[in-house]
């Protein structure tokens, strides 16, 4: 495997694990009767047209069906992707329900 196909994929894999972590953080704001698109405009006002979460909210399931994220695991996984706009909201969420 050459430089350019290794740098392929790994841009790829990292795609796909991005994918996965909005899917949980679609899912949990599900869980929690949370509109995930209104939760991250709060954090990213200027990008609310995210293709890929709206596709992650088409993959969402209703909450009877989900199993349960757990908070810590949905912060863990925004910090990871630097998100920590998004983990900020999702705190006061949190805090919210406390």
């Not at 050459?2 to 994929?9: A, D, G, S, Y």
């Not at 939760?39 to 009877?64: C, F, G, S």
């Amino acid at each position: 495997m050459n430089q350019k196909e290794l740098e392929e994929k790994i841009i790829e894999n990292y795609r796909g694990e991005e994918k996965m972590m909005i899917l949980v953080f679609a899912q949990w704001c599900i869980n929690h009767h949370l509109n995930p698109e209104e939760v991250y405009i709060r954090a990213y006002p200027d990008q609310a047209a995210n293709p890929a979460l709206r596709e992650a909210i088409e993959l969402t399931v209703p909450k009877e069906e989900a199993g349960e994220v757990p908070d810590e695991t949905l912060l863990g996984v925004l910090s990871l992707f630097g998100n920590e706009d998004l983990a900020f909201v999702v705190t006061e969420e949190i805090k919210k329900r406390k």
